[in-house]
């Protein structure tokens, strides 16, 4: 019954993100363009190290590459995979939670806070984030073998089986590579509580030290695979950092009214308060961890948030700065521990004190699916997902950014114009001068997008391409003056060098705009040194 209640509350309130689409924002990078996603058999060596990813994590790409297959590359399949993935972790944290000890009633009533909590928005709406929600039923599933093999009835091979789950909840996210060691702390919990070990605990430890073992490994080779593969370089980082980041996600948790896709980095936009709740959230943890050495049933859940949290906390420099996705298995420890805490405190009072505290559970309940529901349809993407974040951080270039390129996604590059030009007057970034030109190019900007890819090839990250696509907008549009003949000059020299010499392939139905256009800028002067910001889509008119 306590399962049907799950799954029901969370079809209904997270059934219509089925009919969401993709969003721009990561899911057509690692999704509708990663070739082993979409192509999985042609590279059986790139299914099994996933470089496209920049992480080791061929569970989850195994697994979108079927997501896509079923509904042949549309969204429906791997939105229903989330909610099925969702409803499934509900039902086996409340199973976790009866394992360790605490009464069906208050089992529940902590799954179900989970579950409706609306910090589980974003990995069940964003499908991108099935890598979460895979992680998070793994290293459960495994939890659930490992206390089995350290109990007084062990299951023969259940220690075997935690480990190859905590393999596969690792190979699915490299942020359960700690799993191991909240094994390791519910046995020393046990130890220090006296409890007589079991001829089990042997199989127990060598599960929880092998888990361990294997976390490190994998943790160190997606973290090569980031950083070097990707070439992804940290993020500023400070020892202040992880605490800001801790108290944003904390005020999260606490406060989940109008949570976004994105928050600026805490060292751009430092605050006092995000400060304040990190070092409180720091403090309760390590109040909570001595307090809890010796309560093996209370010491886990714990464990299992911290060990799935650090990974993610900016303890170590890290491209990403937060996401509210990596809260899932933190905030379901957390409530596993809050239920077992309410109900020895329940039964510590009378029965009338009992039933007076359903009341506020039913009040949180209410308000946090209330929350949920009305947060979820931002989820459809568009203006409807962006435009709550540039509004509530306006200086935040990598929002209007990414507003520009949903705008592109969406298939109305027209309107992605001005979340560009917003974002280049904020932070001139080189690396999007090469996407900008070619936004304005298909908006049929063509002054603007002659300008913006010359600056593009002067101060991109990617001039050749920067050059091929000035080439292909000038020959396209034949018909079209260029505004910079000595530059324009130039690049199609260099350009045509290139071609007649078989090192470009060069479209032949772009061979008599490109001839004529070389013929136009023939005696055109050489051009002068391009100065930053020389285009007026660059500038803050």
Same mark, same amino acid.
């Given at each position: 019954?306590?399962?049907? &209640?799950?799954?029901?509350?969370?079809?209904?309130?997270?059934?219509?993100?089925?009919?969401?689409?993709?969003i721009a924002f990561d899911d057509a990078e690692f999704i509708l363009r990663n070739p082993q996603v979409t192509r999985p058999t042609s590279s059986i060596l790139d299914l099994l190290l996933t470089p496209k990813t920049g992480y080791v994590i061929p569970v989850t790409v195994a697994f979108e590459a079927l997501l896509y297959g079923i509904s042949r590359g549309q969204a429906w399949s791997f939105h229903a995979a989330a909610v099925a993935l969702h409803a499934l972790f509900a039902c086996q944290l409340w199973a976790l939670s009866r394992r360790l000890g605490t009464g069906w009633r208050w089992a529940l009533a902590g799954a179900l806070l989970f579950a409706v909590h609306p910090l589980v928005l974003q990995p069940v709406a964003w499908a991108i984030c099935i890598k979460d929600l895979l992680m998070a039923n793994l290293a459960i599933a495994g939890t659930h073998?490992?206390?089995?093999?350290?109990?007084?009835?062990?299951?023969?091979?259940a220690g075997v089986l935690a480990v190859a789950l905590a393999l596969l909840a690792m190979l699915a996210k490299p942020s359960a590579a700690l799993l191991g060691f909240a094994w390791?702390?519910?046995?020393?919990?046990?130890?220090?509580?006296?409890?007589? !070990?079991?001829?089990?605990?042997?199989?127990?430890?060598?599960?929880?030290?092998?888990?361990?073992?294997?976390?490190? +490994?994998?943790?160190?080779?997606?973290?090569?695979?980031?950083?070097?593969?990707?070439?992804?370089?940290?993020?500023?980082?400070?020892?202040?950092?992880?605490?800001?980041?801790?108290?944003?996600?904390?005020?999260?948790?606490?406060?989940p009214v109008d949570l976004l896709i994105v928050?600026?980095?805490?060292?751009?936009?430092?605050?006092?308060? +995000?400060?304040?709740?990190?070092?409180?959230?720091?403090?309760?943890?390590?109040?909570?961890?001595?307090?809890?050495?010796?309560?093996?049933?209370?010491?886990?859940?714990?464990? +299992?948030?911290?060990?799935?949290?650090?990974?993610?906390?900016?303890?170590?420099?890290?491209?990403?700065?937060?996401?509210?996705?990596?809260?899932?298995?933190?905030?379901?420890?957390?409530?596993?521990?809050?239920?077992?805490?309410? %109900?020895?405190?329940?039964?510590?009072?009378?029965?009338?004190?009992?039933?007076?505290?359903?009341?506020?559970?039913?009040?949180?309940?209410?308000?946090?699916?209330? &929350?949920?529901?009305?947060?979820?349809?931002?989820?459809?993407?568009?203006?409807?997902?962006?435009? !709550?974040?540039?509004?509530?951080?306006?200086?935040?270039?990598?929002?209007?950014?990414?507003?520009?390129? %949903?705008?592109?996604?969406?298939?109305?590059?027209?309107?992605?114009? %001005?979340?560009?030009?917003?974002a280049f007057v904020l932070d001139y970034d080189g690396r999007f001068l090469l996407e900008y030109g070619t936004v304005l190019s298909i908006a049929g900007r063509l002054a603007d997008?002659?300008?913006v890819l010359i600056e593009a090839v002067a101060f991109g990250s990617n001039s050749g391409y920067a050059v091929y696509n000035y080439a292909a907008l000038l020959a396209f549009n034949a018909d079209?003056?260029?505004?910079?003949?000595?530059?324009a000059r130039q690049l199609l020299g260099r350009l045509d060098t290139l071609r007649t010499a078989g090192k470009m392939q060069w479209p032949s139905a772009l061979e008599p705009g490109l001839k004529r256009q070389l013929e136009r800028v023939r005696d055109a002067a050489p051009p002068p040194s391009w100065p930053r910001r020389n285009c007026r889509m660059l500038r803050r008119e």
């Open positions: 019954m306590c399962w049907l &209640s799950l799954v029901f509350c969370v079809i209904a309130l997270f059934g219509r993100v089925v009919w969401h689409p993709f073998a490992f206390v089995t093999s350290a109990g007084d009835a062990p299951r023969r091979g390791l702390a519910y046995l020393l919990a046990r130890r220090l509580a006296g409890s007589p !070990p079991p001829k089990a605990a042997r199989t127990a430890l060598g599960a929880a030290v092998a888990t361990a073992l294997l976390g490190a +490994l994998i943790g160190a080779a997606s973290r090569y695979a980031h950083d070097m593969l990707l070439d992804d370089a940290a993020a500023p980082w400070s020892p202040w950092k992880p605490i800001e980041v801790l108290g944003r996600q904390l005020g999260h948790v606490l406060w928050y600026p980095d805490p060292l751009i936009e430092p605050a006092a308060l +995000l400060a304040a709740l990190g070092f409180a959230a720091v403090l309760l943890a390590g109040y909570a961890l001595v307090r809890l050495r010796t309560s093996p049933a209370l010491l886990l859940p714990l464990a +299992l948030a911290l060990a799935t949290y650090v990974p993610t906390s900016n303890l170590l420099p890290f491209a990403r700065t937060m996401s509210d996705s990596y809260m899932y298995v933190p905030l379901a420890g957390v409530t596993v521990l809050i239920a077992a805490v309410a %109900e020895t405190w329940a039964a510590a009072h009378s029965t009338t004190v009992q039933r007076l505290a359903a009341a506020p559970v039913l009040l949180a309940l209410l308000a946090l699916a209330a &929350s949920t529901s009305a947060q979820l349809p931002r989820w459809r993407g568009g203006s409807a997902l962006w435009e !709550p974040v540039v509004r509530r951080h306006p200086g935040l270039a990598t929002a209007h950014r990414l507003m520009g390129d %949903e705008m592109v996604f969406r298939g109305r590059p027209d309107l992605a114009v %001005e979340p560009y030009r917003r997008a002659e300008c079209y003056v260029s505004r910079y003949p000595g530059a």
